[in-house]
C-alpha cells in the first residue's frame, strides 16, 4: 500500500509502526525526525498535483488540520481518502488503532499499548484548575468546545473555561480573556510559538505554563509520553509582572 499523509501526527504513527508505507508528507511533519519522503505542501494548501503523482492508494486527512474542498478535489480524482476526527483521549487511540491495523499492522503497536497505559492511570476525576488556552495571537485564539486538546487538558486537571462556549476556537479580545479570571493560562509552542517573552506578559500576575504542542495536539507516538510531559510542564508556572 502507497500512503500519503496530510497530518503530521498521523505521519509520525504510519511511519513509526510501519516503515516503508508512506510515501508522501506535508512539509509540517516533522516527526520521525529522520523521515524521507517527498513532500506535498502544507496541510491547508497541498499540492494536490503531486500528491495525485506519487499514485497513493490512500491519503490520511484531518477535519482540523485539511481542508474540506482538498478532500473533495481527491475523492472526485478518485484518489481513497481517510478522515480522522479525534475529539477525545479515549477517541484518538481507538482511531489509531482502527487505522494501523487497516493499514496491516498485525499486532497494536508498543507506543500505542504505553499510551493506553499511561493515560489509564491518571486519576478519574483530578483536581481541576480553571484555564484559558490561546493557540494564537494576532488575533487571539482559544481552544472552545469539543477539542481533542481540551479533553487532554481536563486528564491533566485543567479545566477549559471556554468549554462551555458554542464554538470550538473562540476569538475572544484580550480583555475578554482577562475578564475569565483564570486560575492558569496555558500557552502550547504550536501553532503559535508562545514564549517566555510572548505571551505571559499579556496576562500579569496569572500563572502561566508553557507547554509542548505537539503533546498537547498531536495523536500517536507523542500521547505515551504526553501525560508525564504535560504534568511536568504544568506544574512549572511562569508569572509576569
Known amino acids: 500500500m502507497r500512503v500519503v ?3 503530521p501526527s498521523l505521519t509520525e504513527a504510519v511511519a513509526t509502526t510501519l516503515p516503508g508505507l508512506l510515501v508522501g508528507a506535508t512539509d509540517w511533519c516533522t516527526h520521525p525526525v529522520d523521515l524521507d519522503v517527498p513532500r506535498v505542501g502544507g496541510t491547508k494548501y497541498p499540492d494536490l498535483d503531486r500528491i495525485r503523482a506519487l499514485r ?28 480522522t476526527y479525534p475529539r477525545t483521549v479515549d477517541g484518538a487511540l481507538t482511531e489509531l488503532a482502527e487505522l494501523l491495523r487497516d493499514l496491516g499492522s498485525a ?16 486519576p478519574e476525576t483530578p483536581v481541576l484548575r480553571r484555564a484559558v488556552v490561546p493557540v494564537w495571537r494576532r488575533p487571539w485564539v482559544v481552544l472552545g468546545a469539543d477539542t481533542f486538546a481540551g479533553d487532554l487538558l481536563r486528564r491533566l486537571g485543567v479545566a477549559n473555561a471556554y468549554a462551555g462556549q458554542p464554538e470550538r476556537y473562540p476569538r475572544p479580545s484580550l480583555s475578554q480573556l482577562r475578564d475569565q479570571t483564570p486560575e492558569l493560562v496555558v500557552l502550547p509552542d504550536e501553532p503559535y510559538r508562545f514564549t517566555r517573552d510572548d ?24 500521547l505515551a509520553e504526553a501525560p508525564a510531559l504535560l504534568a511536568a510542564q504544568l506544574a512549572d508556572l511562569h508569572v509576569a509582572r
Not at 56 to 83: F, M, Q, S, Y
Request: net charge neutral; charged share 20%; hydrophobic share 45%.
Open 5 to 7: 499523509s496530510l497530518v
Open 56 to 83: 497513493p492508494d490512500l491519503v490520511l486527512l484531518n477535519v482540523e488540520e485539511n481542508r474540506r474542498d482538498d478532500a473533495a478535489a481527491l475523492t472526485a480524482a478518485g484518489v481513497p481518502i481517510r478522515v
Open 107 to 122: 499486532a497494536e503497536p508498543q507506543w500505542l499499548t504505553k499510551a493506553r497505559r499511561a493515560w489509564a492511570a491518571l
Open 199 to 222: 505571551g505571559p506578559e499579556a496576562f500579569p500576575g496569572v500563572p502561566c505554563a508553557l507547554v509542548s504542542g505537539r503533546h498537547l495536539t498531536w495523536y500517536g507516538p507523542s
